[in-house]
């Protein structure tokens, strides 16, 4: 649309903070008889692997038949997956579709220019995503929900960098709906026993436009007039920065981010003549700040 090409791959960033959230589920088992496992108890510590997907996926490689060219394997339980069900605009954080965002930039190319990025304010979607916690008896599916239900009351706040070039941040806001429990059985109640928790969430993103680059205004000129229609300018005010730097700097190399580095010199001049104070001005012109 509107014939430029952006990309900022806010969706990819959003699902990969949601992800991130479940990297190091640990899920112990424990010596027989030992109701809580410590570390000296448990005889098995095992980090729970997280991937993208549907938990499907896996179930069909558990009921598939052994051939020759493939063996009999079983994938390891258990195991969270998770993957985006669905995706909707969210009125209720909506802002103001006209106003601009403006920043300068702080690293690359465009640090210390006369230049800043402006863009229009973002628009709030919501990203519905289903995470599946899939597990072979019920104590490792207990481990794992008492790890990941007390984080959220019942959102969790994680910042993610939306925008690399004006490295703009969000709070995405990651929200439990509700939660979900199936017991499957693969085949018989004598084979292969599967369990299933599913949670939903929603992912509170933005979605942003392109990013425009203008420059900034490092001198004004101004005129005054009396009557605009029918006479010419009387006096004009003119504001310019100016490096303070011993070297002097050009003044599109002056960094905006660093007062003590420049100067703004105003200039009032009487445009008829050099009677300066029949507009109320000094002798002196030039004025500096």
Known sequence: MNGRYYYHQIFRKSILAFGTLFNNIIVKRKQPGVDRPTTGDAIESYKVPVQYGPYQKYLAIIEAEPRDQRQQT?????????????????????????????????????????????????????????????????????QILEQILPNFHPSLNVSIEVIDVTHEERDIAIVLNGIGYTDDYVGDYTKRRTLIWTLNFTVKTYLFGPVDSQKDIRKIVLDYRTDIVKRSTELRYTADTQSTLEPPVPQAEIDPLKPTTYKVVETYEDIFGNDQSYFGLDDDPSTSY
């Open 74 to 142: 079983q994938i390891s339980l258990p195991r969270i997956s998770f993957e985006i069900k669905g995706l909707n605009y969210d009125g209720s954080r909506k802002l103001v579709p006209t106003q601009f965002a403006k920043s300068i930039p702080t690293d690359g190319e465009g640090k210390g220019k006369a230049v800043q990025y402006s863009q229009y304010l973002p628009v709030p979607y919501n990203l519905e995503v289903e995470l599946a916690i899939i597990s072979k008896n019920q104590d490792d599916g207990l």
